[in-house]
């Protein structure tokens, strides 16, 4: 009798949990949940996500939004199309091999107006004036990714053969940097530039920056992404979402918010000093938004149309996606 | 032998390649997430040739990584088979060490010597070597009552003939040892290069993951699968040689 009980007892349990995998009983609160996974591991560069989010600002729009870190082994993408996640956080380069290989991915907000990606070096070693200075010297590219695709159009433009270069793969710390073995080095100014800059500064060093956007080449950074399903099937949704989105990246990027967005930073981010926050946040400022520019979270189609361009000529995708399409229509 | 790894790889790898396939189908999902066919018949024209080169230099780096620490193992097990201080300091010694995991150690060895072929051997080496250190210790502290009663009787023991007796009678299980740790030199050398090297076949695979681009990844699965199931099979072709040879 007691087994009969005992197992009466198991099968309620394995039904009741097999009723809640397969049965989705929405969220417990009266809230909309949502997942959006970030780019990279959260840091200045996600600021007005971490905003809206300490803010209450999703709360408003009566979401819920699991926030999660992104990293190089993570695609928001190819979460969007496994339903993992409803939203997330990709660069322009991302989107366009996804849309070249049949993605359904919509482009809702371009989060950096300027490519954070440029090139520190010692002003001491070299003067790098133009792209033409690059000849002769050895560049740190990372091979596959973006900063390869920026690097090789910059030589292009400027006439440089590419055996006038030596291409040095770039790895996860600066020691050939450093020791000379590489001239220049990518990083983005914002986070990486400011911490990095800031300790050779102390150590003496003079160094500069190349920003290839200064030279024409306009490559996209990061932007909000979703399905194509869920902006059909519950604009509403992205509507919210994204209001509140962009209102925290306008906040946090205003200076008089600075205490509260470098608190929603910190909360995540412990091993950054709060003087390197501060400048991090001060670089971050005009990526986002800058004096007189557009607004926050505007789409500059031309640039996306360069960067798909730029992916082609350099053999990335091998068909035209025509990437307009894809970017919301304000 | 040799034939029978490669069809087993053959099909466990169609296998996967098949249930992604069915996974893709079922969901409805683009060739982002899971290529299909034509774009991976693309990237075997695009990149097979290249990923070839490259997976051989990885399977270069990994046999001397292996034969290194099997080297390593082997000095090390027969220095501390015996139930003596110094036998089990270094026991402790060796266990101590590995207790790091190397994904935290390559960094450093990275940073201190660069990232070219000595980092990637010796990451190669340190991955192997440690499975291969136990299964030696154990093999070599176990006595053969049988045989060696009759050395240590008759005062004609000496340490050469200890090793070389219970190698004998632990061959196969040696040849196993060896033809596993092959695995793990692989896959140390392979982390190795996709942590930071800057060539073989575990750099072309992040090259492919910054590109998001599976279907190279299944490519390099594939040539990396096929190469060490003919390595492997070689391996235990030589160990049963090897056998035969000493059984005379």
């Known amino acids: 009798m007691g087994i009969l009980t005992g197992r009466k007892v198991l099968m309620a349990l394995l039904c009741i949990g097999l009723w809640l995998t397969v049965v989705d009983i929405g969220p417990l609160s009266a809230d909309q949940a949502v997942s959006y996974r970030l780019k990279w591991l959260i840091n200045m560069s996600t600021v007005g996500d971490v905003y809206a989010e300490a803010q209450g600002l999703f709360a408003s729009e009566g979401l819920t939004v699991a926030l999660k870190p992104g990293g190089p082994e993570r695609d928001a993408i190819r979460e969007l199309e496994l339903g993992h996640a409803d939203f997330g956080v990709a660069s322009a380069d991302q989107v366009i091999h996804a849309l070249a290989k049949g993605s359904p991915v919509v482009v809702l907000a371009q989060l950096f107006q300027a490519n954070p990606l440029q090139w520190i070096y010692f002003k001491d070693r070299v003067q790098i004036d133009t792209p033409a200075d690059f000849k002769g010297k050895t560049v740190g590219v990372t091979f596959g990714k973006n900063d390869e695709i920026i690097m090789r159009t910059l030589l292009a433009r400027a006439g440089v053969p590419e055996s006038g270069v030596r291409l040095y793969s770039v790895r996860l710390d600066y020691t050939p940097f450093f020791s000379g073995r590489a001239d220049l080095w990518p990083v983005y100014i914002n986070s990486q530039g400011v911490e990095i800059g800031q300790r050779l500064e102390a150590a003496g060093e003079r160094i500069a920056f190349f920003n290839p956007e200064a030279h024409g080449v306009r490559f996209v950074a990061n932007s909000v992404v979703t399905s194509e399903r869920l902006k059909s099937e519950r604009p509403e949704l992205v509507e919210r979402f994204l209001r509140a989105l962009l209102a925290g990246w306008q906040s946090a990027v205003d200076p008089a918010n600075t205490e509260t967005a470098l608190a929603a930073v910190r909360q995540y981010d412990r091993d950054t000093t709060l003087e390197v926050l501060r400048a991090q946040l001060e670089a971050t400022r005009p990526l986002i938004q800058s004096p007189g520019g557009p607004a926050v979270g505007y789409i500059d189609i031309a640039a996306w149309e360069q960067t798909e361009a730029m992916m082609r000529q350099y053999g990335q995708i091998d068909r035209a996606v025509d990437v307009g399409r894809r970017l919301r229509k304000p | ?248």
């Open chain 2, 1 to 248: 032998m040799l034939l029978r790894r490669i069809y087993q790889f053959l099909m466990i790898y169609l296998l996967g390649v098949l249930c992604l396939l069915v996974i893709k189908v079922a969901a409805d999902l683009s060739d982002y997430v899971i290529p299909g066919i034509d774009a991976l018949w693309l990237s075997v024209r695009d990149v097979g040739w290249r990923y070839v080169v490259d997976v051989l230099d990885t399977l270069r780096v990994a046999v001397i990584g292996q034969v290194l620490s099997i080297g390593m193992a082997l000095f090390i097990g027969i220095l501390g088979r015996q139930a003596t201080w110094f036998g089990s300091f270094i026991k402790v010694a060796a266990y101590n060490v590995q207790a790091y995991p190397i994904v935290a150690i390559a960094p450093i060895i990275f940073i201190l010597l660069g990232d070219g072929f000595v980092s990637r051997l010796l990451i190669a080496a340190m991955i192997c070597y440690f499975p291969l250190l136990l299964s030696v210790v154990g093999i070599m502290s176990q006595p053969i009552p049988d045989v060696e009663h009759f050395y240590r009787q008759t005062g004609r023991m000496r340490w050469q003939l200890e090793v070389k007796i219970r190698s004998f009678e632990n061959l196969s299980k040696l040849t196993t040892v060896i033809v596993g740790s092959a695995t793990l030199a692989m896959a140390g050398t392979i982390v190795a290069e996709f942590i930071a090297a800057s060539a073989g076949i575990g750099y072309s695979i992040r090259i492919a993951l910054y590109q998001s681009d599976l279907a190279k990844i299944l490519v390099a699965l594939f040539m990396i699968g096929i190469t060490l199931s003919i390595y492997q099979g070689i391996l235990e072709w030589v160990g049963s040689a090897v056998k035969k040879v000493w059984a005379r």
